[in-house]
Each structure stands twice: as structure tokens, then as C-alpha cells.
């Protein structure tokens, strides 16, 4: 009988929320190396009913891999007040205290901490239904964790921690969040002594996590994030973008992404791209796709600057499914790769601007580890600093290769982003898991 694998994540598709694709294909990876998956994961109908879910995301699911979905009362998105308790309703500061209460006894996590029994009960009934191999646990939020610690300490099961982000410090600043608990610092520390692996995202925030915990640095990987393959595709270079003749015509930058207000930084492109625009082709746009906020309803904030970005040859244009990325791409000339900042800030769409070919203007500063995945290529633009006048240099550089481009370049372009591809990296950590299974049968 093959291995089980039990995946904790809060979201899996449909749902459209940070992590979604990293967990999705750790579930496709381990799948496609011949494990039975089960994810424990929030209800679908918590992401449907906020707009937060992408049905063409279940495409890309291997209809293999079981989907558990454990119940939550959720602080934001359980928005039906039919369903909620009295006190939630009549009293709902009370609530808020007595849930942050329950929070902190179930689970150190805020709003999350009280999912913990549940998740330990599914756990539980899945482990009963098929003996659970390995449990991998993929956070924020860190009570994804919770099952692999609860089979470990009931039955002996060894649990890998997926971290996408950082739990005891902030990876814009590198300093401790407000509110940090000695219980929190106990249980990271605690789950790291027990845990098989640790996967990071970037070496600077696995980094950080072995100057912390040198008793558990030997188990850290970096197991990157990667682009996507779309729906049906077999061949990695699908995210190419063959080199258009542009001559002396309008070029169009492109930026796909979320646009958050006060992180994504609009007031330095917008000012760099009035800079640079007066040494760019006539008629040269600035399209930004994706979704305002975690909804998709920008602030008025947000929508007034987008507003006043537009005389500019800045446009709005809306989300993008994912069945229709490619296509989108292929649209653009040059990508802007616009990112909060910070020593551990990492980003899922890097990857996928690598895999493009297309020329990157990056509007972050350089400690942002975007290095780690672009330092080795030549279309990749990186501005001296957050200064309007460097980045609207680098969109000026930006254009002048694309109009110099040739095909050879282009393609060299996209076969070096093809190392990028997520499956081919998780591939990879799962055959070190399965090494390491290996070597811990023999012992």
C-alpha cells in the first residue's frame, strides 16, 4: 500500500488566498510520487460566499488527493448571521473576548487557535479510516500545524512544518510582531524540536529560524515557491512569451498581482512611470491585473489613486483567472515586479515573471530576496533604490531591451526560468523526504 500523506491548510482550492497554489502543489507532488494524499483544509463555502475563491483552481487538482474540510467559525469570512450565536450577535464584544480566550487555550493564534480540536479530531478519523505516514502541516495560519503534532504525540507520526512566512518575526522588518507570547516562542520551539523537517520559502527566513533553534537547523530545507503549469499543460515553457516586433510602437508593461493598499507601493510607480514615460514610445501603458485586497474591493484610498494614475497611461484592468494567465502575459512587453518590502519578503509571482522571458523592472528595495531567483539573468531590472528617479530608470533600461531583443535572447530568457517550475522543485523535496524515510527504516 502506498504512503499516506495528511495536508493541513487552511486554504486550498477553490479558494484564491495566500498559500493556495503552494498547497495545492504539495498535494499534486507527493500524489504524483505514488503517496495517497488527504488534505484537512477550512470550508470552500467560507471562501465562496466572500468572493475569495477561483472555481478554475479545482482544474489543477489531482482528483486523487482526498479533501477533508473541518469546520470553522470564522472571525471574518462566517459573515451568515443565521449561523451565528446569540452572543455574537447581541454582544459582540463579549464574543471577541471570549473567542481570543478560547484561541489562547486551544492554540496560541489569534481567531485561529480555536480550530485546533477540530483539526485533531479529523486527524484523528482520518489516521482511524488509513494510517497516516507523514503529516505536513503548510502555515499561516500556524494552527495548520496542530495534526501533525497531535498524530506524532498519539501515534508516533512524523511531521514535516511548511512555513510560508515567519510566526515569531515579521519579514518586513526582521523584528518581533506586537502581542509575541513566551507561548508562542514555547511552541514554535517545541514543534521544531519534534519535527521530521522544516520547510522555508528563502534561505533568509530559514536562516533566521536556525540562528533561533541551532538544535533544530539540521531539519530546515528551502523548498521555494515556483510557477504553475495551466490546467492541461505538459510543457513547462507554457508561460513563455514569444518576442513581438514592437519597432518604434507603444510598449505595454504589465503587473499581475494583488494590490493591497499601503504594501503594494502605487505612489513610487506612479511617479516613476511619469518620469519615464517621457522616454518611452508614445502611447506606452502601465496595465496593472489582479485583485484589490484579499475581497477584491479596492479602498477608496486605492481607487482614488488608481483614478488619478490613469490620465497617466496607468489602467486598471481587473483580476485574472487562472485558465487565463498565459494569455494575459502574452499582452505584455516588459513585467513590474512591485513587492513589499523586506529581508524575508518573498513572492510566489516571481517565479512565474522568471518563466515569461519577459524583461523585470522590480519596485522593492535590495534586500528583498528577489536575488535568490533573478540575480543570475539579464533581463532582470533592479532599481539602486525605492527612489522614483532609479526605478524610472530601470523602466527606461527595461524598454530599450525589448526593442534590442532577439529570439535567441528571448528564448534563453524563458529556458532559464523553466528551473522555476513548482512541481520540479517539489519533486525534488519529496524525493529528499522519501531518501530520508529511507534512511530512518535502516537506522
Avoid at 128 to 137: E, I, M
Avoid at 175 to 182: F, I, N, Q, R, S
Avoid at 248 to 256: A, K, W
Avoid at 384 to 391: K, M, T, V
Wanted: no cysteine; proline share 7%.
Amino acid at each position: 500500500m502506498s504512503r499516506h500523506l495528511l495536508l493541513t491548510a487552511w486554504a486550498f482550492p477553490p479558494a484564491r488566498t495566500s498559500g493556495v497554489y503552494r498547497a495545492a502543489g504539495i498535494a499534486d507532488a507527493f500524489v504524483r510520487a505514488g503517496w495517497h494524499v488527504t488534505v484537512l483544509t477550512g470550508p470552500a463555502s467560507l471562501f465562496r460566499a466572500n468572493e475569495v475563491a477561483d472555481e478554475t483552481l479545482l482544474e489543477t487538482v489531482d482528483p486523487r488527493i482526498e479533501i477533508v474540510e473541518v469546520p470553522l467559525e470564522h472571525h471574518e469570512l462566517s459573515t451568515d448571521i443565521t449561523t451565528w450565536s446569540r452572543t455574537r450577535a447581541r454582544q459582540p464584544e463579549l464574543w471577541t473576548r471570549r473567542r481570543l480566550q478560547r484561541d489562547r487555550h486551544e492554540f496560541p493564534e489569534a481567531w485561529y487557535g480555536s480550530w485546533a480540536p477540530a483539526l485533531r479530531e479529523a486527524a484523528d478519523a482520518v489516521h482511524q479510516s488509513r494510517p497516516v505516514d507523514l503529516a505536513l502541516g503548510t502555515a499561516a495560519p500556524y494552527v495548520d500545524f496542530v495534526p501533525g503534532e497531535h498524530l506524532r504525540a498519539q501515534h508516533g507520526v512524523p511531521y514535516i512544518l511548511d512555513y510560508r512566512d515567519a510566526w515569531t518575526f515579521l519579514t518586513f522588518t526582521g523584528t518581533p510582531p506586537a502581542g509575541l507570547t513566551d507561548a508562542v516562542r514555547d511552541r514554535e520551539r517545541a514543534l521544531m524540536s519534534e519535527a521530521f523537517q522544516v520547510w522555508f520559502v528563502n534561505d533568509p527566513i530559514r536562516g533566521w529560524h536556525a540562528g533561533q533553534y541551532p538544535d533544530s537547523a539540521a531539519k530546515m530545507r528551502t523548498v521555494r515557491n515556483g510557477f504553475d503549469l495551466p490546467a492541461q499543460a505538459t510543457d513547462a515553457a507554457a508561460f513563455g512569451v514569444p518576442l513581438r516586433d514592437v519597432a518604434d510602437g507603444p510598449l505595454t508593461f504589465g503587473y499581475i498581482g494583488t494590490i493591497n493598499f499601503g504594501a503594494f507601493p502605487l505612489d513610487e510607480v506612479v511617479e516613476a512611470w511619469r518620469i519615464a514615460r517621457m522616454q518611452l514610445p508614445e502611447g506606452s501603458r502601465l496595465v496593472l491585473r489582479g485583485h484589490l485586497g484579499r475581497t477584491g474591493e479596492g479602498s477608496p484610498q486605492l481607487m482614488a489613486a488608481l483614478a488619478e494614475a490613469e490620465p497617466l497611461g496607468i489602467v486598471y484592468e481587473g483580476p485574472v483567472s487562472r485558465s487565463r494567465l498565459t494569455e494575459v502575459y502574452r499582452q505584455f512587453d516588459a513585467l513590474l515586479l512591485a513587492l513589499p518590502s523586506g529581508p524575508g519578503v518573498t513572492s510566489g509571482k516571481v517565479y512565474e515573471y522568471a518563466a515569461t522571458g519577459l524583461p523585470i523592472v522590480s519596485v522593492h528595495t535590495p534586500e528583498t530576496p528577489v536575488a535568490e531567483v533573478l540575480g543570475d539573468t539579464d533581463h532582470w531590472h533592479a532599481p539602486r533604490s525605492l527612489e522614483p528617479e532609479a526605478i524610472a530608470e530601470s523602466l527606461i533600461d527595461a524598454a530599450r531591451q525589448v526593442q534590442l531583443s532577439t529570439v535567441g535572447v528571448r528564448q534563453r530568457a524563458i529556458a532559464a526560468g523553466l528551473r522555476w517550475e513548482r512541481l520540479g522543485i517539489l519533486a525534488t523535496a519529496v524525493a529528499d523526504v522519501e531518501t530520508a524515510f529511507g534512511v530512518e527504516a535502516r537506522a
